[in-house]
């Protein structure tokens, strides 16, 4: 969520130009004596003709001492690296005092877009901090606010054709990374053909993964991976792009990181971000179902938690409710299992191909009693009637 700036309006009441009935906007007040914002603006607009230039020498001498000096440096050089467009940096209004007599926080509107990957511009608000009345920038980020990869330190890139991941911290894994995301991609064409590139972001750890997101603390500390709207926006046409946690992906085994890769793959490559309206169970069972297509596991590996819990709990009543996909809940696993179960009953009752039409036209805005009669030949009483029996026959629970 982008704090919002306000701006004040004031009667003109002299005889100039402007009439008694027009308002003007006056420039961003300052508050303090350190605050400068033609300063900052000005540095602003050098940082960014420096990152337009791919100068990192003219970008480090805007740093008020050796470690943010280092950090606009990292920031060229990312952004050349990602092949970043339409970089704008614009200060908005200051925010407070930071360290120094001549230092303060400020407001700052930044731009930017993956070329060739993101069909749109990304916006978000940071702060900054400044330095010397607004000639230098000592810090970028702060509590509250997104705070973009690509500005937060230095990155490894990599790419393949239209598939590119970046990483912050130890770039060792960076190769397992690209290689995951290719064959997720090919994987996702496989069942949805003609699908675009995919962007994979991954931050140095947890705390960079809230940073990265602008999460509450813990939020995603068991999930190995989220696909989100990179600057938080949920306006259509957002670029989305593929975060992991490197806390937890790193310690899945191959083919289960694999299984994480491609279902996050699946979300963002057919814009299941913004299917609002879809049930969850519709939208995260059809990315486990692209997910594990391919993938020779028993039906132990993929459907043994829900099978406990149906051994446990018995067979739900109904399909499974948005309310249980809270990524912080201790049951998700056996929910994600259930609903790829929902999707494979389809599949197997209609085809695959009714399987990927129903879910597009949900995803669309379409009613799901309308697309499973005219994809699957059910109602919604079928379709869970069919799902239950298929729960009852899993191992462990039949017999």
């Known amino acids: 969520m982008r704090p919002l700036a306000a701006a004040l309006l004031v009667v003109a009441l002299g005889t100039g130009a402007c009439s008694k009935d027009e308002y003007v906007a006056p420039p961003p007040a300052r508050t303090s004596d350190a ?10 607009a050098a940082l960014q003709d420096a990152i337009s230039a791919g100068d990192t020498s003219a970008a480090a001498d805007l740093g008020a001492d050796a470690r943010s000096r280092d950090l606009l440096a990292a ?12 970089v704008t940096l614009r200060y908005v209004t200051e925010t407070g005092r930071t360290t120094g007599a001549d230092g303060w926080d400020g407001q700052v509107a930044v731009t930017w877009r993956v070329d060739g990957h993101d069909a749109a511009s990304a916006r978000t608000e940071l702060p ?6 607004g000639a230098s920038i000592a810090a970028i980020g702060g509590t509250g606010a997104r705070l973009p ?7 490894a890139v990599e790419r393949a054709g239209d598939v590119l991941v970046s990483v912050a911290g130890d770039p060792a894994r960076a190769p397992a990374y690209l290689a995951a995301a290719r064959r997720a991609v090919t994987q996702v064409r496989a069942v949805v053909p003609g699908q675009a590139g995919l962007v994979v972001e991954v931050p140095a750890d947890p705390d960079g993964l809230q940073r990265t997101l602008d999460t509450a603390p ?3 500390s068991a999930i190995a991976a989220v696909t989100a709207p990179v600057d938080g926006s949920q306006a259509a046409g957002s670029p989305v792009h593929v975060f992991l946690n490197r806390s937890v992906y790193d310690d899945l085994d191959p083919v289960a990181a694999q299984v994480v890769m491609t279902h996050e793959a699946v979300h963002a490559l057919t814009d299941a971000v913004g299917a609002r309206q879809a049930p969850l169970w519709l939208v995260e069972g059809f990315a486990d179902y692209v997910a594990l297509r391919d993938v ?4 132990t590996k993929t459907a043994g938690q829900v099978a406990t819990e149906v051994r446990k709990d018995g067979t739900p009543k109904t399909l499974p409710p948005d309310s249980e996909f809270d990524p912080t809940a201790s049951h998700l696993g056996g929910v994600y299992e259930a609903a790829w179960l929902v999707c494979v009953t389809l599949a197997d009752h209609a085809g695959e191909r009714a399987l990927v039409d129903l879910y597009e036209q949900v995803r669309d805005g379409g009613e799901l009693a309308a697309a499973l009669r005219e994809h699957a030949g059910w109602t919604e009483a079928e379709l869970t009637a069919a799902w239950q029996e298929r729960l009852r026959s899993l191992p462990g629970v039949a017999g």
């Open 128 to 133: 900054v901090s400044f330095a010397g009345h």
């Open 35 to 44: 605050a400068d914002p033609a300063a900052a603006a000005q540095t602003l």
């Open 218 to 220: 813990g939020q995603y």
């Open 149 to 155: 990869l690509w500005l937060s330190g230095p990155l």
């Open 75 to 86: 920031v060229v050089t990312n952004a050349g690296a990602l092949g970043l467009t339409d």
């Open 296 to 299: 020779d596991l028993p039906l």
